[in-house]
């Protein structure tokens, strides 16, 4: 899963939901340098990720992708599930996209000392391009393949796999909504067990 994804399935609380971001960004163990919502927002990413991997439709839908990319298939998948998710948001939430990443980003900035600063770059970037948004634009997840791919140790040309994500749209559209719903109900079962932790 990607960070729209982390962020629909931290539930409601701003600091959960930025636990929930961090998670891409925050390494190693937590050891209660942050405020236990953040930190339980960060321990649901991890256990998000574990779920996706080992979920019958997430394995599925890897197949869609040429075995020669099976390397970097997963990488492709999580970013065009989050255009999956951005494309048909109001099924899954019910505020517009727009009011709620805006309304992410505003209650992020309360907790600004908590977020390092790589973090920090990403979601001032993502604020002012309106990132999260644009991936329900098939050219915006062009491009941000191929700025992830440029990144990796041994830069690929990730953009070249859009093709076969399109041409398994029905396939993936399907993975993926068997899997948001099954990981919204792991994330919702997660958020009860820690439910004493501090509000934001």
Not at 19 to 38: S, T, Y
Not at 69 to 96: E, K, V
Not at 178 to 197: P, W
């Amino acid at each position: 899963m990607n960070y729209l994804a982390h962020l629909l399935l931290s539930g409601p609380e701003a600091r959960w939901r930025l636990g929930g971001l961090l998670g891409d960004f925050v390494k190693g163990p937590l050891n209660g340098e942050r405020p236990a919502a953040i930190e339980a927002g960060i321990r649901l990413h991890r256990r998000i990720d574990a779920a996706t991997g080992t979920h019958a439709a997430y394995r599925d839908a890897l197949k869609v992708s040429d075995p020669g990319w099976r390397r970097y298939a997963g990488i492709a998948l999580d970013i065009w599930f989050d255009h999956l998710l951005a494309q048909n948001w109001r099924q899954w939430h019910p505020l517009d996209l727009e009011d709620f990443c805006a309304g992410c980003w505003r209650d992020f900035r309360s907790d600004s000392r908590y977020i390092p600063p790589h973090a920090r770059a990403f979601m001032a970037r993502a604020e002012q391009f309106k990132l999260l948004q644009s991936y329900r634009e098939e050219r915006v997840i062009g491009l941000t393949l191929e700025r992830v791919g440029q990144r990796l140790r041994h830069p690929v040309a990730l953009q070249e796999m859009l093709p076969e994500l399109n041409a398994g749209r029905e396939q993936l559209e399907h993975n993926f909504n068997a899997l948001l719903t099954d990981l919204n109900l792991e994330a919702a079962r997660f958020r009860q067990h820690y439910s004493g932790l501090d509000k934001p």
